[in-house]
T-cell receptor, first 115, second 114 residues
């Protein structure tokens, strides 16, 4: 089955540690995205990538880093510089190209708790 | 800059009653509009989308939405809701730029009561 997988579902870390969230897709999509979701704030874009080896900052990139070495994979690292890392993180992908194909498909999310 | 406003944070409704979830957007360019649904602790699932053409868009699970350009709105409706429709609903807008970025509203929690 085609889709997006995120692992793990729940992640716990101590303050001051970096942590990497996994996102893999087998939809053959060019574009991938990372969002952060907090209660009552909707989804906010952290980083996005439209092609391998290229990515751009979203609205809240500070304290996060990404890489895009393979088309299928777009891992997100939450660094110790992120002041409030506890949140629900969602990965998405879409076809790049004509705007009419830009609907995004979402993974199941990773809930990160930092204490 | 584009923005999306969902006018209600919570909408309680009884089972089998009709419901409307309101969404307004602001954009100076042509837009593409989306409604997504999120069940607890899950990712988002696309309900429906407006790209062009007919302003009344039908989606999955009996939902529909109407694009109103003059009022810059894209309200979501369902004539009769079920308990299983209880979830959070997000409206999103994408402009006609060459990036795939979506701007999301804050979400509306639909609470269907028996």
């Amino acid at each position: 089955d085609g889709g997006i997988t995120q692992s793990p579902k729940y992640l716990f870390r101590k303050e001051g540690q970096n942590v990497t969230l996994s996102c893999e897709q087998n939809l053959n999509h060019d574009a991938m995205y990372w969002y952060r979701q907090d209660p009552g704030q909707g989804l906010r874009l952290i980083y996005y990538s439209q092609i391998v080896n290229d990515f751009q900052k979203g609205d809240i990139a500070e304290g996060y880093s990404v890489s895009r070495e393979k088309k299928e994979s777009f891992p997100l690292t939450v660094t110790s510089a992120q002041k409030n890392p506890t949140a629900f993180y969602l990965c998405a992908s879409s076809i790049a190209g004509t705007p009419s194909h830009r609907e995004q498909y979402f993974g199941p999310g990773t809930r990160l708790t930092v204490t | 800059a584009q923005s999306v406003t969902q006018l209600d944070s919570q909408v309680p409704v009884f089972e089998e009653a009709p419901v409307e979830l309101r969404c307004n957007y602001s954009s100076s360019v042509s837009v593409y509009l989306f409604w997504y649904v999120q069940y607890p602790n899950q990712g988002l699932q696309l309900l429906l989308k407006y790209l062009s053409g007919s302003t009344l868009v039908k989606g999955i699970n009996g939902f529909e939405a109407e694009f109103n350009k003059s009022q810059t709105s894209f309200h979501l409706r369902k004539p009769s809701v079920h308990i299983s429709d209880t979830a959070e609903y997000f409206c999103a807008v994408k402009g006609s730029s060459n990036t795939g970025k979506l701007i999301f509203g804050q979400g509306t929690t639909l609470q269907v009561k028996p």
